[in-house]
């Protein structure tokens, strides 16, 4: 088997800061901390005000890629003297943010946020297309839609080298991003760029959450 180079990455530490990374993301964007609400209390918001879960998921998704604009924007208003401190802490705000939506869009869907299996489609929604491929790493049969993971008991293992290999995405996919901030040195016009790559993401994740997380027969039929 070709090495692939986690033997590397976790000698140098970052294997558990990725995993680290996930754990979080899962802490922060789903179960909430402080003054930053949970996403069952987002979801939960949401349904109260417009009542339809559709109207409810538009509604979660245009308040959290607001708050990506603002975080982006905060984040590249420095240009590259502020953007290699300031990227770090953007990248645990993005996907925090990202991470909620995401899991309020599954409980109104129907989707026990509690369920280790719902916790983790919530998580490989974030890594889009690669999804597949960290589920073949780690042994796990999805078949074709990461809601089916919602019943499954996930051993630790697999889940262990899930959360590692998600965490090696979002920063690689964080960093190749960058790239396009980098593009542009002048602050202003920086944090404009950083603003609308983090919404432009977003909107992708939100795309990506809409088509895994399907209506579950129980509340299709209400």
Request: charged letters at 20%; aromatic letters at 4%; hydrophobic letters at 50%.
């Amino acid at each position: 088997m070709a090495d692939d180079g986690r033997g590397l990455e976790d000698a140098n530490g970052l294997g558990r800061a990725a995993a680290g990374m996930v754990e979080k993301l899962l802490d922060i964007g789903i179960d909430g901390r402080g003054p930053w609400e949970s996403a069952q209390t987002v979801a939960d918001g949401a349904r109260s005000d417009h009542g339809d879960a559709d109207l409810a998921i538009d509604a979660v998704v245009r308040q959290h890629t607001r708050m990506a604009a603002a975080g982006g924007f905060i984040t590249g208003l420095g240009g590259f003297v502020t953007l290699p401190v300031a990227l770090p802490a953007n990248v645990v705000e993005f996907y925090a943010v990202a991470t909620r939506m995401v899991a309020a869009v599954a409980s109104l869907r129907g989707y026990d946020l509690h369920l280790p299996g719902v916790r983790s489609a919530v998580m490989l929604t974030l890594v889009g297309a690669d999804a597949d491929d960290l589920l073949k790493k780690a042994g796990v049969v999805s078949g074709g839609r990461l809601a089916n993971l919602a019943a499954q008991r996930l051993p630790g293992p697999a889940l262990m080298v899930l959360n590692k290999g998600i965490g090696f995405r979002l920063v690689s996919s964080v960093g190749k991003s960058a790239l396009s901030r980098f593009g542009k040195g002048v602050p202003v016009v920086g944090g404009v760029v950083g603003a609308g790559v983090d919404v432009y993401l977003l909107r992708r994740i939100a795309d990506q959450a809409r088509r895994e997380f399907p209506p579950r027969p129980a509340l299709a039929s209400v």
